[in-house]
């Protein structure tokens, strides 16, 4: 069974940093795109970065570029979102989630989701 | 505000069927692959559609997804209560290079 779980949530001040993980099983990771979307108090799903199988590629959506680093231990199957210089506008639950990918594409849909984590950016 | 357009609820009484609207342009939908997803509060979001109109083991023949043109709908047939959710579409977008989603929908079963 695929499970997907992520931890690492919390408050944090504005201009402050949190490190997010997905512990990921039941599949072979490698083999995988992996991705973190998240979703904004009453707001829709906002994809965030992607990550090849092998970690040599990855893209981030324009608003947390260069202050989000998308990373993961292929070792460990588990997947990491740094997250720094918070803004209040990255407040969201945060979600882990496989990408599909056609070919040498990104991924263009998620299989599988974790429950994800709560981030509050807040002083 | 969504690249994807959605309304933002729909409601149907227990048996009854309900289609979900996904409205986009010809460099989202127009040319790309949909897929639904279902999400349920405290749960983790559970994809219901992709490539359009196939299903994920699991996912029983009530929900069925289309696309026409920039458009795609999600149906689902004989409404259970266990099937409120709100419900997402999403689909690659090739002028963002990023997947984008709708706003999603709202399902009360009445």
């Known amino acids: 069974e695929v499970q997907l779980v992520e931890s690492g949530g919390g408050l944090v001040q504005p201009g402050g940093s949190l490190r997010l993980s997905c512990a990921a099983s039941?599949?072979?990771?490698?083999?995988?795109?992996m991705s973190w979307v998240r979703q904004a108090p009453g707001k829709g799903l906002q994809w965030v970065a992607n990550?090849?199988?092998?970690?040599?590629?990855?893209y981030y959506v324009d608003s947390v570029k260069g202050r989000f680093t998308i990373s993961r231990d292929n070792a460990k199957n588990s997947l990491y979102l740094q997250m720094n210089s918070l803004r209040a506008e990255d407040t969201a639950v945060y979600y882990c989630?496989?990408?599909?990918?056609?070919?040498?594409?990104?991924?263009?849909?998620?299989?599988?989701w974790g429950q994800g984590t709560l981030v509050t950016v807040s002083s | 505000q969504s690249v994807l357009t959605q309304p933002p609820s729909v409601s149907a009484a227990p048996g009854q069927k309900v289609t979900i609207s996904c409205s986009g342009s010809s460099s989202n939908i127009g040319n790309n692959y949909v897929s639904w997803y279902q999400l349920l509060p405290g749960t983790a979001p559970k994809l219901l559609i992709y490539d359009n109109s196939r299903r994920p083991s699991g996912i029983p023949d009530r929900f069925s997804g289309s696309k026409s043109g920039t458009s795609a709908t999600l149906g689902i047939t004989g409404l259970q209560t266990g099937d409120e959710a709100d419900y997402y579409c999403g689909t690659w977008d090739s002028s963002l290079s990023a997947v984008v989603f709708g706003g999603g929908t709202k399902l009360t079963v009445l």
């Open positions: 039941g599949f072979t990771f490698t083999s995988y795109w």
């Open positions: 989630a496989r990408g599909i990918a056609a070919r040498d594409y990104q991924p263009y849909y998620f299989d599988y």
């Open positions: 990550i090849k199988q092998d970690g040599s590629e990855k």
